[in-house]
């Protein structure tokens, strides 16, 4: 399993960013999946996941009504799509395989990550 997150950038306060999380063949198939935030010198924050099975998403409150989470299993591949940017967005951000439902999200020892891409949000 392979996931490869990219998108990140350089952004204004306000601006918008679109992430990507390509997926190895079929990954979308059989996976939830997630994206994650870690800030410099904080602990890593769930943001968003969709679901394999019926589409649904959840996100973080502090996301909410900012960024859309959607799928191309026909591209295998995830987008979060970002907007309404903020400096406190600053964080690299990683997907990964989670569990998810409309609740929220998990994530154990046995699911797959992919690398991070830099998103940072000048003011």
């Known amino acids: 399993v392979q996931l490869q997150a990219s998108g990140g950038g350089l952004v204004q306060f306000g601006g918008s960013l679109r992430l990507s999380c390509a997926a190895s063949?079929?990954?979308?198939?059989?996976?939830?999946i997630g994206w994650f935030r870690q800030a410099p010198g904080k602990e890593r924050e769930e943001v968003s996941c969709?679901?394999?099975?019926?589409?649904?998403?959840y996100y973080a409150d502090s996301v909410k009504g900012r960024f859309t989470i959607s799928r191309d299993n026909a591209k295998n591949t995830v987008y979060l799509q970002m907007n309404s940017l903020k400096p406190e967005d600053t964080a690299v951000y990683y997907c990964?395989?989670?569990?998810?439902?409309?609740?929220?999200?998990?994530?154990?020892?046995?699911?797959?990550w992919g690398n991070g891409t830099l998103v940072t949000v000048s003011s």
């Open positions: 990964a395989t989670v569990y998810c439902s409309g609740y929220g999200l998990a994530v154990d020892a046995m699911d797959y």
């Open positions: 063949e079929f990954i979308l198939d059989y996976y939830a």
């Open positions: 969709i679901s394999n099975r019926d589409g649904s998403t």
